[in-house]
């Protein structure tokens, strides 16, 4: 098993799908006619503030919130349990939003009489949540008026960062980079003097979770400047104009604040390639604001404003935002090494109390493939695991646990497997743990169990000891042989195979197409198989080749963990055994249990090796 995971950056507006009905409730009379839009557009007006004022009424049978906008009146159905988002929206957006009750008439009550007589339960039931918002809202909308809250300033309001340089670890090799964007902001005199030109658009860029946006709080909170967030996704599925409004708004207000960093996560979001199509009418206007904002920030050179954009994705925005004179320097910001884990292992255990067992060292090699977000969620989870343990310190058990758990899903000891079943995923889980700890070229395995974990019936967990960026072929099939080992001891110990492997399989699968399509490892090498296919050339005989080629490569593979599972059947029974009576098993119990490990000289050249 390996352990990448990220944490989902969750695109909250547009996250509600809210489908709507046809609006059967006609325009009052002499209004203009009101037009009918999907619920969930009107809710994102109302917390977007866009909106200048909203009603919420009840009409025969059902609900309907009317959202006056740029003088147009929209309207939109509302059942009567969502009646306290439309509440919700409306405070977000500090719009006025007036109730009227419907008041229980021979016409709204008929649907729910039953056996002739009058239901006040079946009535409350339908109309209780309104009459309640009722007051709710009158309360607020007068708080809110006595505090003048203005549509739109809530969002354009800057924080005072006090994140420094020394919050980000291990960047070292940008940190010339941004540190010099915050010495323009601090001291703009100085780089007009020299005639240097401030840069106006930096683009961070990397795989999520690796520090972008604490950067950029770090670029503002270094420079002792006012820091304007907002985010890609914040535009997105907006109505007319809104975003092209909103984009205005936020640069109009981080100038009179000036000097200033406005920082855009996910930029992508506004600024992908132009497909010309009319739905994305919108995302294109506002990508055009944008621009226009950003050449026309030329105002005044004394006090600069510096846009920060991050996206994980370069390589899809439009060529006009990446041009010279807008967003024309790019800072990648990479996954951390070994050295660089450590160093972020550090800032987030600085105020945590760690035992001097624990060696962030080992931590920092264990981890290989995480970001900065994934480790902080690490540390926070071993304080977890340390205080669950009723321990006073933090020790390298629970990193490992915490690990573990980030990766599998907490272990769920509740759930009760039958005698057979617990033995099968005993043999199943040693099967691979045996065969991983006799492939040299294996990573450790730190821990087997047959505690459910997860959708697991048992985890055996192998962790890195140091960052690899090249796989060897040898590398490769040992990893596949471990991953075939579960299936390959079911059918040795019990004639039999079952649906746990289903997973091992699949990744197997993975595994060898890609060793025998993308990195011509397949075996036997022909002539042929060291040149990869390219997909469009005659797709089928090339797709074909590279199927038969990774049959091969797994058969092989599970061939050579079953003669490792014959030729150490002692091993794997005992370990077994142990596995069943002790449930997990740690990689000190495996060392014991089966002795010195085959040593390996990785990438040693051959005239050395013999
Ligand atoms: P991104 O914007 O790249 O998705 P974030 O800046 O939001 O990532 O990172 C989330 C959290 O992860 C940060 O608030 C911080 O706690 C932690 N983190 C990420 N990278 C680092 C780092 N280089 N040094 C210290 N903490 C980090
Ligand atoms: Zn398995």
């Not at 239901?119 to 209780?128: A, D, F, K, P």
């Not at 989870?381 to 058990?397: H, K, L, P, V, Y």
């Not at 030729?567 to 449930?583: S, T």
Request: charged share 20%; hydrophobic share 45%; glycine share 10%.
């Amino acid at each position: 098993m390996r352990i990448r995971y990220h944490v989902a950056a969750l695109a909250l507006m547009g996250a509600l799908t809210v489908s709507s009905v046809a609006v059967a409730a006609g325009p009052p009379p002499g209004a203009a006619p009101a037009i009918g839009a999907p619920l969930s557009t009107l809710l994102s007006r109302l917390a977007d503030g866009h909106a200048s004022s909203a009603a919420l009424a009840g009409t025969s049978g059902a609900l309907t919130l009317r959202v006056t906008d740029a003088g147009r009146v929209y309207v939109a159905p509302v059942l009567a349990e969502l009646s306290g988002q439309v509440l919700s929206a409306a405070q977000t957006g500090h719009v006025p939003l007036s109730v009227t009750p419907p008041a229980p008439t021979a016409a709204t009550v008929r649907p729910y009489l039953s056996g002739g007589g009058f239901s006040l339960g079946v009535w409350l039931q339908t109309w209780g949540p309104l009459i309640l918002l009722t007051g709710l809202v009158g309360v607020s909308a007068a708080a809110l008026r006595m505090a003048g809250g203005g549509r739109f300033r809530h969002r354009v309001r800057p924080v005072v960062s006090d994140t420094k340089f020394d919050d980000v670890a291990g960047i070292d090799e940008i940190r010339d980079d941004v540190a010099e964007i915050s010495h323009v902001l601090a001291k703009p005199a100085v780089y007009r003097a020299l005639g240097a030109t401030v840069p106006k658009g930096v683009i961070l860029h990397g795989p999520p979770g690796t520090g972008k946006t604490l950067l950029a709080k770090a670029v503002a909170g270094e420079a002792g400047v006012p820091f304007f967030s907002v985010s890609g996704s914040e535009f997105v599925e907006v109505y007319a104009g809104l975003g092209s409004k909103r984009i205005r708004a936020l640069f109009a207000a981080a100038r009179k604040a000036a000097p200033a960093v406005i920082y855009i996560d996910e930029i992508d979001a506004i600024g992908g390639r132009r497909t010309g199509h009319a739905s994305s009418g919108e995302r294109e206007q506002t990508l055009d604001q944008l621009l226009s904002e950003i050449d026309g920030f030329r105002t005044d050179p004394a006090k600069p404003v510096v846009v920060l954009a991050s996206t994980n994705r370069i390589d899809d925005l439009d060529p006009a935002l990446v041009r010279s004179g807008r967003f024309d320097r790019k800072i990648a910001v990479g996954l951390p090494d070994r050295r660089a884990r450590r160093e972020i292992l550090d800032v987030h255990l600085r105020t945590r109390p760690v035992s001097k067992r624990a060696d962030p060292d080992r931590v920092a090699a264990m981890t290989a493939g995480l970001a900065g977000a994934d480790l902080a969620a690490l540390c926070n989870e071993a304080s977890f695991e340390a205080a669950r343990a009723g321990d006073t310190q933090i020790d390298i058990g629970h990193f490992r646990k915490a690990l573990l758990r980030l990766a599998g899903g907490p272990e769920r000891r509740s759930r009760v497997l039958s005698r057979e079943e617990r033995r099968l995923v005993a043999y199943h889980e040693m099967g691979h743990a045996l065969v991983g700890y006799m492939s040299p070229s294996c990573d450790p395995v730190e821990r087997v169990t047959v505690i459910p974990q997860g959708h697991a019936l048992g985890v055996t967990v192998a962790l890195p000891t140091e960052d690899r960026f090249l796989a060897t072929r040898t590398e490769c099939m040992e990893r596949l042989r471990m991953m075939l080992a579960g299936r390959a001891a079911e059918e040795l110990v019990f004639g039999e195979c079952t649906s746990g492997a289903g997973d091992d399989l699949k990744r197997a699968a993975v595994l060898a197409r890609h060793m025998a399509g993308d990195l011509a490892m397949a075996e036997p090498r022909t002539d042929e198989s060291l040149m990869v296919a390219l997909p469009q050339a005659d797709g089928d005989q090339s797709a074909h080749d590279v199927e038969t080629a990774a049959q091969i490569l797994v058969r092989t593979a599970f061939e050579r963990a079953m003669d490792m599972l014959v030729c150490h059947r002692d091993l794997l029974e005992n370990g077994a055994a142990m596995l069943l009576e002790h449930e997990a098993l740690e990689s000190e119990d495996l060392a014991t249990l089966f002795g010195p490990r085959p040593g390996v000289s990785r990438l040693a050249p051959v005239s050395e090796n013999a």
